[in-house]
């Protein structure tokens, strides 16, 4: 069974300009989270998906974000224009509904610098 | 509001010994549950072990287990007969049931261990 999977791995991109990631939870997983962790900081959660409802998107930091889950696969986030402090790993995880445990499964993470 | 402290930013330990990493948490809510993760250069976060708040026992999984001490509010990694293959960043997570068993989860700020010959 294929794990959590994230593109690209890395990207370098100049303030102002446009960046897309893409998540694809594991086959079946209701739930899918984005969470990002800036350089020597935590780990901080940005939105959860049920199937393609937001459930919760407290931890978006603005408007710049967007995220998209359409037909409750896979997932994008969007960040339009991008700034130097969104520099990051933007980390996806997926589980399902139907455990009470409900453990996360995170991808290898996204490496985004903004220059 | 939840809070996870990880107060030791890098660990050593030499090969075959026991390790702990240290976690302590705060929240209100009676109900939670407590992650690890394990992150090695490759960069994806594996999930190692989970203690639920109402859970007797201690949990173990393979060559890790917590050691839970609720009054304390301490959940500690304890990996036994540390491989070189344990060498990574270690991550404390909680997540709190009130808001629903799917919900967000808060980390640490992670504990680096390098385990050597």
């Known amino acids: 069974e294929a794990g959590v999977t994230q593109f690209p791995s890395h990207s370098v991109i100049e303030k102002g300009q446009t960046v897309t990631l893409r998540c694809d939870p594991i086959?079946?997983?209701?739930?899918l989270y984005w969470y990002r962790r800036v350089m020597g900081k935590e780990i901080k959660f940005l939105l959860h998906?049920?199937?393609?409802?937001?459930?919760?998107e407290s931890g978006m930091p603005n408007n710049r974000f967007l995220a998209e889950r359409t037909g409750g696969t896979y997932s994008t986030l969007k960040v339009q224009p991008a700034e130097l402090e969104d520099s990051g790993v933007y980390f996806c995880?997926?589980?399902?509904?139907?455990?009470?445990?409900?453990?996360?499964?995170f991808g290898a993470g996204t490496r985004l610098s903004v220059l | 509001a939840q809070k996870i402290t990880q107060t030791q930013p890098g660990m050593f330990v030499q090969e075959k010994e026991a390790v702990t990493l240290d976690c302590t948490y705060d929240?209100?809510?009676?109900?939670?549950?407590l992650f690890w993760y394990k992150q090695p250069s490759s960069g994806e976060m594996i999930f190692l072990i989970y203690?639920?708040?109402?859970?007797?026992q201690n949990a173990t999984e393979g060559r890790y287990s917590l050691n839970f001490q609720k009054a304390r509010k301490s959940a500690n990694l304890v990996i036994s007969a540390s491989q070189l293959g344990d060498s990574a960043m270690y991550f404390c997570?909680?997540?709190?049931?009130?808001?629903?068993?799917?919900?967000?989860?808060?980390f640490g700020t992670g504990t680096r261990l390098q385990v050597t010959l």
């Open positions: 995880a997926s589980s399902s509904q139907n455990t009470a445990k409900n453990i996360q499964y």
């Open positions: 086959s079946g997983h209701d739930n």
């Open positions: 998906f049920v199937k393609e409802s937001k459930q919760d």
């Open positions: 929240t209100s809510d009676p109900s939670y549950g």
């Open positions: 203690q639920g708040s109402y859970d007797q």
């Open positions: 997570a909680m997540r709190e049931v009130n808001t629903g068993t799917a919900s967000k989860l808060t």
